[in-house]
């Protein structure tokens, strides 16, 4: 019976301007040609490990289950810090221990975490600057060619590993409030936030009768899509990460409320509050 070709994702903050990317191509299908490589995101901001932390957390549902993730956001690269093998129910997961693997280690289906210290495995030599290449590529051929995840170096217990200090909503069911943040701007300035709809069921009974304000900039009721507003008006909905978003209608919502990451969101059953 044939054997689907194993699926690799990569998420990376190289951008699409240098080789980088195509290297990393390079380097897996020199080794595991069968593999299937999808480019998941290659413009994560800089070192902004909450930007894939979040990113890697929302898209790994839509793959297969024995998709191997790789993600080389590292600002530690050439440092001691650890490079990490996740193997889980949903997926296995290549990438540093700085925390971009936080909001998977709390989820139900985690097997093993391993350390990947097999140099067999790496390039050689391997440089100080380019982990993904040296690193990261040659593991994840060697794991899409069927080597056993205990192969690349020795396990560790999932309570050792580096966590993001990722903000968490604050929600106040007696007054009906709730305070959230916004923890990414996508690519069409829409502002995306940690609020999901549990939070919101414990406010009211019905979306339409929770207000949305960004740094008390009042944004309106939640609504269904981006169209449900005219053209360049301020939008709250839920958006396809399944979190609340604002937005503008064929606009840019960033920089319309000069909202940065950070920034707060606020949600009231009424329209007085601060």
Known sequence: MAVDPPFITLTTDFGLADEYVGVLHGVIAARAPQARIIDLCHTVPPQ?????????????????SATLHVVVVDPGVGTERRILLLDTDHGRFLAPD???LTLLLDEPGLRQAYVVSNQALFLNPVSGTFHGRDIFAPVAAALANGADPASVGPALDA????????????????TGTATGEVVAIDHFGNLLTNLRREHLATL???????????NDQAVGKIRHSYAAVAFNETVALFGSRGT???????????LRLQAPIGSRVFLTTNSGHK
């Open 48 to 64: 902004d490990l909450r930007c894939a932390a979040y990113l890697l957390h929302a898209s790994r549902r839509y793959f297969p």
């Open 98 to 100: 700085n925390g971009v």
């Open 159 to 174: 309570s050792a590993l580096t966590r993001l200090p990722l903000p968490q909503p604050k929600i106040d069911a007696a």
């Open 204 to 214: 009211a009974s019905h979306l339409n009768q929770i207000v949305v304000s960004v």
């Open 244 to 254: 609340l978003e604002i937005a503008v209608n064929q606009g840019n919502a960033a």
